[in-house]
């Protein structure tokens, strides 16, 4: 078994070709300019994102399908990741409750090191490439499901062993790397390698490929649930209204979708019992509670295919 030495000298020979990890010259200044000149620099970096996920959007429309596919069949989506690649698939996580009115279970981040490592680095939890198979056993993982495994540099041990554990089971398995031939995207069926180059500041990976991640996992999780029909021309009807501001925005929502004024949206809701989507469907058919609801049973809780069919 190789000693301790000859481990870390492979690891800075694998570091150094990583794209992510690269240093130019050309940002050696960094420390000389202003900070007119520094949001210049580093805002000209950020705008090669956007292309760099573009390049590769054939495989998160793959992706996008084969989630909705099992969505529909009762599965679940389920990140992993550590340090900020981690934090990125929690917070997705965490904001498809409120936008999309799902249970908290059907999307799912975990993060190597557990919650705590959502504040605070957790030490060496990235390297065991154990811990994420067993999170996974705990949540009960199946065929059903899709595992996303996300990491910059493409190579961290606790995301290609949750690959390879969720692969083994027969789950969809999806990589997001910032580097190309990853070694988590040999180990996934479906591989987005947003390569984004060398970072603004040399190793600080929650830039750019920090950036690009957030942008693809907003893709997975928002066109999945288009695909679903949490939403009806381009507005969500799903949403949940937890709190005031929600409350009004779902009035004006079946306002503007229905054609009516806000008290008669919200009238609707009341008798939709706070369904956007329910409460639109009763006010564009004229239907019953009852009826509607159970049109949109019918549709899969497609808004557009309840519409026509009582119609």
């Known amino acids: 078994m190789p000693n301790d030495d000859t481990r870390l000298t492979a690891l800075i020979e694998e570091l150094s070709k990583l794209d992510t990890e690269a240093a130019t010259t050309e940002r050696g200044d960094l420390d000389l300019l202003t900070s007119a000149q520094l949001v210049e620099r580093m805002n000209a970096e950020d705008a090669r994102v956007a292309g760099a996920v573009a390049a590769e959007a054939a495989q998160i429309a793959a992706a996008v399908d084969g989630i909705t596919e099992r969505f529909r069949r009762g599965g679940r989506l389920i990140y992993i990741g550590a340090g900020t690649a981690g934090r990125i698939g929690v917070l997705d996580a ?5 936008t999309f009115g799902t249970d908290p279970s059907l999307v799912v981040g975990i993060i190597a090191g557990g919650e705590t490592a959502i504040r605070s680095a957790v030490e060496n939890a990235e ?3 154990d811990a994420a198979a067993a999170s996974l056993a705990e949540l009960q993982l199946t065929a059903s499901d899709t595992v ?16 390879d554990y969720a692969r083994g089971l027969g789950a969809l398995t999806v ?9 988590i995207g040999a180990a996934a069926d479906i591989a987005i390698e947003v390569v984004t180059g060398p970072e603004f500041i040399s190793g600080s990976t929650r830039l750019k490929s920090g950036t690009a991640q957030k942008l693809v996992v907003n893709m997975l999780t928002t066109l999945s649930m288009i695909k679903l029909g949490k939403t009806y021309r381009g507005v969500m009807v799903d949403l949940l209204a937890t709190n005031e501001k929600l409350h009004a925005r779902s009035i004006r929502t079946v306002s503007q979708l229905a054609g009516v004024d806000t008290d008669e949206a919200a009238r609707a809701l009341v008798a939709a ?9 009763i006010l ?3 239907a019953t509670p009852a009826d509607a609801a159970s049109a949109l049973d019918a549709a899969d ?7 026509s069919a009582l119609s």
Request: with cysteine; aromatic share 2%.
């Open 175 to 183: 990589a997001i790397a910032s580097n190309r031939a990853s070694a």
């Open 284 to 286: 564009a058919t004229g």
């Open 301 to 307: 809780g497609l808004l557009r295919e309840a519409i």
């Open 148 to 163: 996303v495994g996300i990491s910059a540099s493409g190579r961290t041990p606790y995301v290609i062993g949750g690959l």
């Open 94 to 98: 965490s904001e498809c409750p409120p």
């Open 273 to 281: 019992d706070g369904s956007v989507k329910l409460a639109v469907l």
């Open 127 to 129: 390297d065991d490439a």
